[in-house]
C-alpha cells in the first residue's frame, strides 16, 4: 500500500467512526431535543451514506466503469462528483437545520403534579381572620 492509499483508508475510518458516534448521539438524544435530533440524526445517516458511496467510488466504480464503458477516469469522476457533493451538501445542510431548529420547551425542575407526586392537592388558604397561635410551651401550670 502506498502512503496516499493509507492515508485515505484511515481518513474514511475517521469519518467513518465520527459519523457512526454521531448517529447514535442524535438518536440518543431524541427525547430531549425532538426534531432537532432526528434532523441531525438524517444529515449523520447522509453524510455515513457520502462516506460510503465514497469508497465504492474509488474501489469500485472508476475501474468498473473506466473498464466497462471505456471511459477516462476523469470522465467518471465529472460523474461521480456531483452524486458526491449531493451527499456532502445534504448532510451538511441536514446538520445546519438541526442546529437552528426549534427545540421542545425545556422541562420544568418541579412535576406537575406538585412536589408529593400525582393526587398531591395544594392545602386550602388559612381563613381570613386566622390567627398562628403560639407555640405549646410544655411547662403550664
Not at 432526528?38 to 460510503?52: D, E, F, S, T
Not at 395544594?122 to 410544655?138: D, E, I, L, S, T
Request: with cysteine.
Amino acid at each position: 500500500m502506498t502512503a496516499s492509499t493509507i492515508t485515505s483508508v484511515i481518513s474514511v475510518l475517521v469519518m467513518g467512526i465520527v459519523l457512526l458516534v454521531g448517529v447514535v448521539l442524535t438518536a440518543r438524544a431524541r427525547r430531549d431535543h425532538g426534531s432537532a435530533a432526528m434532523i441531525g440524526l438524517a444529515g449523520c445517516i447522509v453524510l455515513l451514506l457520502g462516506v460510503l458511496f465514497n469508497i465504492l467510488r474509488s474501489w469500485v466504480l472508476i475501474p468498473m466503469m473506466a473498464d466497462s464503458f471505456g471511459m477516462s477516469i476523469d470522465a467518471v469522476f465529472s460523474i461521480t462528483t456531483p452524486i458526491a457533493m449531493i451527499f456532502d451538501a445534504g448532510g451538511t445542510g441536514l446538520l445546519i437545520w438541526a442546529v437552528v431548529a426549534r427545540r421542545k420547551p425545556s422541562r420544568p425542575t418541579q412535576p406537575p403534579h406538585g412536589p408529593q407526586g400525582p393526587g398531591w392537592q395544594q392545602p386550602p388558604a388559612p381563613p381570613a381572620n386566622w390567627q398562628q397561635q403560639p407555640p405549646y410551651g410544655g411547662n403550664q401550670g
